[in-house]
């Protein structure tokens, strides 16, 4: 069998018996993110009759410019700026939580409804949660710039040279033969930018494991522990991309089965990572004081 067969079969075992509180959890979770969106609509809703995240005609003067820039208007925009907050402050430990539960699960637990609230139980284990999301949140952007300024760029460039009307067929030749370029090293840069960030993988389950360890401690053990395997974690959750494009055609109730095994093996395969770099750190710190 597959090292990825073993993960997967292994993240199976794990949700036998319980696959039924595995579905209960995750919908749980996915209808509180879907709550605070319906009630972002409601209260834009009743600022205007047909709220817009786009663009809207016959505004008035003074919001012309956030209209332009943002698509909303001063009420509508902070409206989404308190949804968004919202959103990040009770969502953002919720999802930890749900780490935590399937976490629990795959070590042939039998995790309780209430660890979806593991992060609400005290106010450490919330301001860990909060900013660990923050830590990683910029540290993906920081990496995002690092890794795909340059397509971007090269891509920008080339598209603006394609809408100036007076340009010369040579160069709208190199323009276009650009933008194939830039697009082609955009795609590689975003696979290699997705691989890169899995450095981060492990943190949030190390903060579910432990209250001891700190945010700045589990990211640091994140890398040290991905060190070699972040490959291996991105062709493992693009293993069950097959299962999401089939989502549609279910009307989306697959998703119900899927989510749970997909976040049960990133749990497993999580789970093998942090064992494996704890034995092999012993390992060496056991032979080196042999041979001393």
């Not at 956030?66 to 700026?81: A, I, K, M, N």
């Not at 949030?204 to 522990?225: F, H, M, P, W």
Request: with cysteine; charged share 15%; proline share 3%.
């Amino acid at each position: 069998m597959s090292f990825y067969g073993s993960i997967k079969k292994n993240a199976k075992a794990a949700l036998k018996g319980r696959r039924g509180a595995a579905v209960g959890a995750t919908l749980f979770v996915m209808c509180a993110g879907a709550s605070l969106k319906s009630l972002e609509f409601v209260f834009l809703r009743m600022l205007a009759p047909q709220p817009s995240y786009y663009w809207l005609s016959g505004t008035a003067e003074h919001a012309y410019f956030l209209r332009v820039f943002f698509g909303q208007s001063p009420q509508e925009l902070l409206v989404t700026g308190l949804a968004a907050a919202l959103y990040f402050l009770l969502l953002v430990p919720l999802i930890l939580g749900g780490a935590r539960w399937y976490y629990v699960l795959i070590q042939g637990e039998r995790p309780r409804f209430a660890e979806l609230f593991y992060f609400f139980k005290s106010a450490r284990r919330y301001g860990r949660a909060i900013w660990h999301n923050l830590q990683i949140t910029l540290r993906s952007l920081a990496w995002g710039l690092v890794f795909l300024s340059l397509p971007a760029g090269l891509l920008s460039v080339c598209v603006r040279f394609l809408l100036i009307d007076s340009i010369t067929r040579a160069t709208r030749v190199i323009a276009s033969v650009g933008i194939v370029v830039a697009l082609g090293l955009l795609v590689m840069m975003m696979v290699l930018y997705a691989i890169h960030i899995n450095r981060y993988a492990l943190s949030g389950y190390l903060l579910c494991e432990s209250d001891d360890i700190t945010v700045r401690q589990a990211l640091k053990a994140s890398i040290r522990y991905t060190k070699g395997y972040r490959g291996v974690k991105f062709l493992f959750t693009l293993s069950f991309v097959g299962w999401y494009l089939l989502a549609p055609v279910t009307l989306f109730i697959a998703l119900i089965f899927v989510l749970p095994y997909h976040i049960a093996g990133e749990c497993v395969l999580a789970r093998y990572l942090v064992e494996k770099s704890r034995a092999e750190r012993v390992g060496v710190t056991r032979e080196f004081g042999g041979a001393a």
